[in-house]
């Protein structure tokens, strides 16, 4: 009882979050992620992104930040080497991160 309860729950927060909710089960629209997996995802890019914002060497809003399974893919653009390096240091060190792919671009 206390699983469907919490899974009464999670579809609940799904249907108001805006996702899809099919009636086989709960599903999240991007297909490949269980709703858990897709809040824990937001709450890694959320948190990348807050610490891009708190540290004053990276450009928090050059840079895009999405998270898949634990993934993260950082892209846009950087003023230097140094700061690709440091966002991707900062990304690998939020927690419940597996990898991340930087596909940010210096510009010279």
Known sequence: MKYARSTAVICAFAALAGMTVLSTGCAVGRGQETTGAYIDDTGITTMVKAKFIEDKTVAASSISVETLNGTVQLSGFAKSGAEKAQAE??????????????????RP
């Not at 240091?89 to 210096?106: C, E, P």
């Open 89 to 106: 240091a900062i990304a690998r060190g939020v927690k419940n991160v597996k990898a991340v792919r930087n596909d940010i671009v210096v």
